[in-house]
């Protein structure tokens, strides 16, 4: 089945430094991934589109010269969080649409956990 | 403005009951419904979806229904086991396809031995 790989898993930096995760979708191409982002106990909150070939699209409120994405090729998108605070700490999860009984269903990364000192 | 609600408090649910989980939505006018687990610390899995001429779906000890007047989607497991404790997640789908999904806040079921 379509898998979709995101790492690091896990990244402690210290605030002021940036963050770079990568998503790559397996054995299948997306010219479009989604980024969200998931605080303890809330609900996902999708932050942006990332478009295979040219500029993302944000959704209101993210600041898009915060979180810089780049969709360089079809199976791999980066979102990198730059002069990271702590505010920033969160899980960042990436997904693609997939083909599934005539629908287009999310196929998720297992996520990163990002923690800002 | 677009409201999905789901009861976000968590659920209790003895082993072997059946686990009924609802999703409300305001202001949606969804192609689909669609329904994920997410446990801890991992990203969502995609369950399943409902069509909006669809009133019922089933898949293994899993069911969903769609009351497109009442503008909710009710999720069941029945012969509930420790291992379906996680979050479930809702999702209207407005079945375009280039659009990312927006969820509810999700359901944290509980499933006691």
């Known amino acids: 089945g379509a898998v979709v790989s995101q790492h690091p898993s896990r990244v402690i930096c210290k605030s002021g430094t940036s963050v770079k995760i990568e998503c790559r979708s397996l054995d299948f191409q997306a010219t479009t991934m989604f980024w969200y982002r998931q605080f303890p106990k809330q609900s996902l909150m999708l932050m942006a589109t990332s478009n295979e070939g040219s500029k993302a699209t944000y959704e209101q409120g993210v600041e898009k010269d915060k979180f810089l994405i780049n969709h360089a090729s079809l199976t791999l998108s980066t979102l990198t969080v730059t002069s990271a ?20 269903v999310l196929t998720f990364g297992a996520g990163s956990r990002l923690t800002v000192l | ?43 969502p899995v995609f369950l399943l979806l409902i069509r909006e001429n669809e009133k019922e779906k089933r898949k293994e000890r899993l069911k969903v229904t769609f009351d497109t007047t009442l503008k909710q989607s009710l999720f069941h497991i029945t012969a509930s086991q420790p291992a379906d404790s996680a979050t479930y997640l809702c999702a209207p789908d407005s079945g375009g396809g280039a659009d990312g999904l927006t969820f509810g806040k999700g359901t944290h079921l509980i499933i006691q031995p």
Do not use: M
Not at chain 2, 4 to 24: F, M, Y
């Open chain 1, 85 to 104: 605070h702590p505010e920033d700490s969160s899980f960042y999860i990436c997904s693609a649409r997939v083909q599934y009984s005539g629908a287009n």
């Open chain 2, 1 to 43: 403005s677009q409201k999905i609600e789901q009861n976000s408090e968590a659920l209790n649910i003895q082993e072997g009951k059946t686990a009924t989980l609802t999703c409300n939505y305001t202001n949606y006018s969804p192609a689909y419904l669609q329904w994920y687990r997410q446990d801890p610390g991992r990203g």
